[in-house]
């Protein structure tokens, strides 16, 4: 079956423009988190979603970061007035179920360069 | 507080060698899960392991077997005669609710 998609590959985006990135999950899955992943580093947690509401969004680094999952499938993460610090892969991930006893499946990323 | 530590950056193994990736934790809750990924040049993270916090008895699959010792606060990986294949970052993370992620070890299998 499909896996877990990300839209766009490929972000480039000046500083202070808004940007939105795009996760759909696999099928079926309830819970679906954001990453953030800079060069050399693990994923950092960002925000988790239990359906249509964001159940732990205590990763956000500030109030220019906002997702939503509206109808709790895709999600959407919006960063406003971007800074050259967003500069990362921003990776989605879904799994039957929340609270780590489900293995998550990662999307391949979004690579989001704010110039 | 929840941490992940792999203390090893970078590890170059020839093949058919042994390696053990290092995974050290740190949590207060007595329920949680330990996984491991690899993140190979393509960049798309790969599940390889999920352990319960009550689950201490080792696994082997293939050439891969883990070692979780709740004592120690450990959840090593050990990949048998590594192949060229096996060049990845690998990532082991703690979960409670989110999960935490370490900084990864590369491993370089040189032919």
């Known amino acids: 079956g499909a896996g877990v998609s990300q839209t766009p590959s490929n972000k480039v985006t000046e500083k202070g423009k808004y940007v939105e990135l795009r996760c759909d999950p696999i099928?079926?899955?309830?819970?679906l988190y954001w990453y953030r992943q800079s060069l050399g580093q693990g994923p950092e947690f960002l925000i988790y979603?239990?359906?249509?509401?964001?159940?732990?969004d205590s990763g956000l680094p500030n109030d220019r970061f906002f997702a939503v999952r509206p109808e709790g499938s895709v999600s959407t993460l919006k960063i406003q007035r971007t800074e050259r610090g967003d500069s990362a892969v921003y990776l989605c991930?879904?799994?039957?179920?929340?609270?780590?006893?489900?293995?998550?499946?990662f999307g391949p990323g979004t690579r989001l360069t704010v110039t | 507080a929840q941490k992940v530590t792999q203390a090893q950056t970078e590890i170059s193994v020839v093949e058919k060698e042994d390696v053990t990736l290092d995974c050290v934790y740190e949590?207060?809750?007595?329920?949680?899960?330990l996984f491991w990924y690899k993140q190979p040049p393509s960049g798309e993270l790969v599940f390889l392991i999920r352990?319960?916090?009550?689950?201490?008895q080792n696994e082997i699959s293939g050439r891969y077997s883990w070692n979780f010792q709740k004592s120690t606060s450990s959840f090593n990986f050990t990949i048998t005669a590594s192949q060229v294949v096996d060049s990845a970052v690998y990532f082991c993370?703690?979960?409670?609710?989110?999960?935490?992620f370490g900084t990864g070890t590369s491993l370089t299998v040189i032919p």
């Open positions: 991930a879904s799994s039957p179920s929340g609270g780590g006893s489900y293995e998550q499946y």
């Open positions: 099928s079926g899955h309830t819970a």
């Open positions: 979603f239990q359906g249509t509401g964001a159940a732990d």
């Open positions: 949590t207060r809750d007595t329920t949680y899960y």
């Open positions: 352990r319960n916090s009550f689950d201490e």
């Open positions: 993370a703690l979960a409670r609710n989110q999960f935490y």
